[in-house]
């Protein structure tokens, strides 16, 4: 393997405290050295990181891969290869394949696929109930002695609320967390949107951020209850980052994540019937968008994770109510975090990026999200100030169902490296 | 006053102006004597081809529609729901796309969509008007309970207008409510908070519960059906009690102002949200609406395909 040497990049990497132009060296995939001035020799394979940043490879910790099932949609090497493309060296994909993760063969056949595709890591999530129905626990000991992260009914709550005790109760023995997708689905049963003044306006059917909330709350006391670990997935409104926030002080140990369009589009978007803006949970007020950065800034909400949810063309060129909920974002992640986030002086470099590497691993418990000497080398460099306009044709996803064709956006990533090998160079996938 | 609409479609009465919306009554007022005549037709429209795409069951609106385009000479097709290959499984877009190609003037589309109207005019060359998009609008029937409205009460300024009935799934109380606002309307909304969606008063109209308070201001009084399906789900216990409570009566009416002019979209539910002597008495103008509908979609379909 081609010994690596990154150069005079602004190296950010929370999990080591450290944000300072330095020198990186990867021997044999690892990392041997961090420091100034390390000599070049003619063997190295030298990357130029000058006004680059250098940070530990991003971990989306909420991805659909859709591989086994929907191979129309996205597979585990398109997938995967857009995982690259967006930063990401490490991608945590969600139970609701078909059929869904709820058996040790489909944990290993994610495997063996990700590793025949070399790109990101991929780390499944285990159902939390049988076939994602809410009825009876899956057999998650035996998925987490095969490789899962976590465990999670995601697309599906857990309506029964014995279910989601058992679940965080029985967790608790392997130290993994239940990942709620908090929706009372009595509440939202015939909504496509959020519930407000444009849903009014509309005449849509409106999902109200209570059903959200309602969720949260019981997952929330639950958690606290049983001591068992919650990460709550997507959060959309202001009421679930305050309850996070409080439970938080109460040392609950719960989690969130939020995705960047509920930090970028509100609700209002809806009346161009655009059917990539229907998403679940639905694109919220401009006080919920408030609210989420505001979680984001005093770390209630502790990760930012796509929910990259693959759809094809076919499926959502189709009247507003009959398309199926999701939009991908993987490949464009990181142009909103700058964009949204860095641009507006929400949050620091440093922070945002602990979002995307240490916090996810951490809660995870899976390695990188740190650049450690001795460690496998999961390494990204981007270009923060670079700017390019969202083409979702250039995507490498399978699917292109993104509501931010033709945005301005900034930050290209240039290198990725995954194991010490480069998979992403010059902004181009390595085949 | 101006003589045009400088618009492909008609959406809805949302994002419409006042101005336009004056045009297209004051088209509507001279276009209704061709119905009286003897021969009741026009060259206007000879040579052009309109569609009438109904993908919900509608019996006055489709009809409404294809007589109009016939009174101005233009050819029609009406395509429904259970003729059409939307039933063998054929998108929206495809069904779209397939028109187009038969080189159409404009297609008027009824869908249980919201936004299904938004979706074919972001598609199609041709004019798409909107004939009812789930509860989203239904232009066409704003703009014809305008006319009446103003045929009877000479103006449509500082008249009160009350509104009964599902107003949450009412695409006929939303166009309402735009257009009557638009012209300088007051609009008031009665009905169960269910069926009151939130943040309506947003769009200026004043909410009652009690329908004996509400009575005594209007100048007219728009009358929902009543969606019979939607009984004893979440929204209202019975339609007993929804007629105990919001039905118009005779005895109602006496709360309300003598000369109140009754409307309804129709079809009415008789004996639920409306009594069959109230319906066809005095006050009532529900025959007037559907002659005058005629006459609004004469005026849309002249207004959107001569002027392209």
């Not at chain 1, 405290?17 to 050295?33: M, P, T, Y």
């Not at chain 2, 009151?196 to 519960?209: A, D, S, T, W």
Request: hydrophobic share 40%; glycine share 6%; aromatic share 4%.
């Amino acid at each position: 393997m081609k010994t690596i040497l990154i150069k005079n990049g602004r190296v950010i990497d929370p999990g080591s405290n450290l944000d300072r132009i330095a020198d990186i060296l990867i021997v044999d995939g690892v990392v041997k050295e961090i420091k100034k001035n390390i000599v070049k020799k003619p063997s190295y394979e030298a990357i130029d990181a000058r006004k680059k940043i250098v940070t530990p490879g991003f971990i989306d910790m909420h991805t659909h891969l859709r591989e086994p099932g929907r191979e129309d949609e996205e597979t585990i090497l398109t997938g995967t290869k857009a995982a690259c493309k967006g930063g990401f060296t490490s991608v945590v994909c969600m139970a609701n394949t078909d059929p869904p993760i709820d058996d040790v063969g489909i944990v290993r056949l994610i495997f063996r696929c990700a590793e025949e595709a070399g790109f990101a890591k991929v780390y499944p999530v285990g159902a939390v109930s049988k076939g994602l129905k809410g009825e009876e626990l899956a057999e998650i000991g035996d998925l987490y002695r095969a490789g899962i992260v976590a465990v999670s009914d995601d697309g599906m709550p857990v309506t029964n609320s014995e279910i989601m005790r058992r679940a965080l109760e029985y967790t608790n023995m392997f130290d993994i967390p239940v990942i709620s997708h908090c929706e009372d689905r009595f509440l939202c049963e015939r909504g496509v949107m959020n519930e407000g003044y444009t849903s009014t306006r509309l005449g849509l059917e409106g999902i109200p951020s209570v059903s959200e909330v309602i969720m949260v709350a019981r997952n929330i006391i639950l958690a606290e209850y049983t001591k068992g670990r919650v990460h709550i997935a997507h959060v959309s409104t202001a009421e679930s980052v305050n309850l996070i926030r409080d439970a938080k002080k109460r040392k609950v140990k719960v989690t969130a994540e939020t995705a960047p369009h509920y930090f970028t589009l509100t609700d209002e978007l809806v009346e161009s019937f655009d059917t990539n803006l229907r998403v679940n949970p639905p694109l919220r007020s401009k006080e919920d968008l408030s609210a989420i950065v505001e979680g984001l800034k005093d770390g209630t909400i502790d990760v930012i994770a796509t929910d990259h949810a693959p759809h094809t063309k076919a499926e959502k060129e189709v009247e507003f109510d009959a398309a199926p909920t999701g939009m991908i974002g993987l490949e464009i992640a990181l142009g909103l975090i700058l964009t949204q986030l860095i641009e507006k002086s929400h949050l620091t470099l440093p922070k945002a990026i602990s979002k995307i590497t240490l916090n996810p691993s951490s809660i995870l418990k899976i390695k990188g999200g740190i650049i450690k000497l001795g460690e496998m080398a999961d390494i990204t460099i981007f270009d923060p100030e670079f700017e390019w306009e969202c083409n979702p044709n250039e995507f490498e996803s399978k699917s292109k169902n993104t509501p931010f064709k033709g945005w301005k956006m900034k930050g290209r990533v240039e290198y990725v490296i995954v194991s010490g090998r480069i998979v992403l160079k010059d902004g181009k996938i390595i085949v | 006053m101006r003589k045009k609409l400088h618009r492909k479609d008609l959406l809805g009465l949302e994002d419409i102006s006042a101005e336009e919306i004056e045009l297209i009554l004051n088209t509507a007022v001279s276009l209704k004597e061709i119905s009286e005549r003897p021969i009741k037709k026009v060259p206007t429209l000879r040579g052009k081809t309109i569609v009438n795409l109904f993908l919900e069951p509608s019996t006055r609106t489709s009809s409404s529609f294809d007589l109009a385009a016939k009174r101005l000479s233009a050819d029609t097709v009406t395509v429904s729901s259970s003729s059409s290959s939307i039933l063998k499984g054929e998108t929206l877009l495809d069904t779209a796309r397939n028109l187009e190609a038969m080189r159409i003037d404009a297609a008027v589309v009824r869908h249980s969509s919201a936004g299904a109207a938004h979706f074919l005019a972001q598609r199609l060359k041709a004019s798409v008007i909107n004939a009812g998009d789930g509860s989203h609008e239904h232009p066409t029937q704003g703009l014809l309970d305008m006319l009446t409205i103003r045929e009877k009460l000479k103006r449509l300024e500082n008249i009160n207008v009350l509104i009964v009935g599902d107003i949450a799934h009412s695409r006929v109380a939303r166009s309402n409510i735009f257009g009557l606002k638009k012209m300088g309307a007051n609009v008031s909304i009665c009905a169960p908070p269910t069926f009151i969606p939130y943040y309506i008063e947003r769009l200026g109209v004043k909410i009652f519960y009690n329908l004996n308070e509400a009575l005594p201001h209007a100048d007219v009084i728009n009358v929902l059906r009543i969606q019979l399906e939607r009984q004893g789900k979440e929204l209202f216990p019975s339609i007993r009690e929804y007629k105990e409570l919001y039905r118009i009566t005779k005895d109602r009416l006496q709360l309300a102002k003598s000369d109140v002019l009754i409307m309804h979209p129709g079809p009415i539910n008789r004996g639920v949200e409306l009594d069959p002597d109230v319906a066809d008495g005095i006050s009532s103008v529900i025959l007037e609406q559907v002659t005058n509908g005629l006459a609004i979609r004469m005026a849309i379909l002249y207004l959107l395909i001569t002027h392209k």
